[in-house]
Nanobody, 127 residues
């Protein structure tokens, strides 16, 4: 079955960095757009970053522009989220998701477009 397994979360001080990884199995990774979302208590799940199948197109939410980078390695079936200059407001559970029904260069932005989700990894940024 399909599995998305996130890793790399943890506790970091403000200004620090973390690199999240999401290892996928059970699906044709190179045919999936991949996204990172986050959710903090009392808030809706929000998009953080998306990368198209080939990696040729990316989307970053305003909250991460200039600080976050999304990338993927199709040979390793893994997508990454490099997060620099972290702020306390970045504290959330970060989820990896795969969208298998989309066009080649698409960067789907809605949670409804993603059909597979990981369990999430906690990121806590202390002030």
């Amino acid at each position: 079955q399909v599995q998305l397994v996130e890793s790399g979360g943890g506790l970091v001080q403000a200004g620090g960095s973390l690199r999240l990884s999401c290892a996928a199995s059970g699906l044709t990774f190179s045919r999936c757009a991949m996204g990172w979302f986050r959710q903090s208590p009392g808030k809706e799940r929000e998009i953080v970053a998306v990368i198209s199948r080939s990696g040729g197109s990316t989307y970053l939410a305003d909250s991460g522009k200039g600080r976050f980078t999304i990338s993927r390695d199709n040979a390793k079936n893994t997508v990454y989220l490099q997060m620099n200059s972290l702020k306390p407001e970045d504290t959330a559970v970060y989820y990896c998701a795969a969208a298998s029904r989309n066009l080649a260069n698409a960067t789907p932005l809605s949670t409804a477009e993603y059909n597979y989700w990981g369990q999430g990894t906690q990121v806590t940024v202390s002030s």
